[in-house]
């Protein structure tokens, strides 16, 4: 069974910064790429930023590029998300999903997990 856990998110002041993990099993994250999102209430999903399996090629939002890195430990089958310099506008719920190649997800059924919530203060 695929699943994801996320973790690591907070409440911490703008300017602050947290480490999210997505922590995978029933697959090897070595196999696929990994995409992070974020959904606010009364707001669209959206992504946030991808790591390749292939070519270790890495995408970000413009919105977050700089201030955020995805890094991988695959002996571990978890991905990482580095949030620097936080914003109030960094505020939501965090999710990982499994994809291939970068924000194509395998399928419409591919699962997401419950997320974790960020919450920056100002």
């Known amino acids: 069974e695929v699943q994801l856990v996320e973790s690591g998110g907070g409440l911490v002041q703008a300017g602050g910064s947290l480490r999210l993990s997505c922590a995978a099993s029933?697959?090897?994250?070595?196999?696929?790429?990994i995409g992070w999102f974020r959904q606010a209430p009364g707001k669209e999903r959206e992504e946030v930023a991808c790591?390749?399996?292939?070519?270790?090629?890495?995408y970000y939002a413009d919105s977050v590029k700089g201030r955020f890195t995805i890094s991988r430990d695959n002996a571990k089958n978890t991905v990482y998300l580095q949030m620097n310099s936080l914003k109030r506008e960094d505020t939501a719920v965090y999710y990982c999903q499994r994809l291939w190649p970068c924000w194509i997800p395998l399928g419409d059924d591919e699962p997401w997990g419950q997320g974790t919530q960020v919450t920056v203060s100002s």
């Open positions: 029933g697959f090897s994250t070595n196999d696929y790429a």
């Open positions: 790591s390749s399996n292939s070519d270790e090629s890495t």
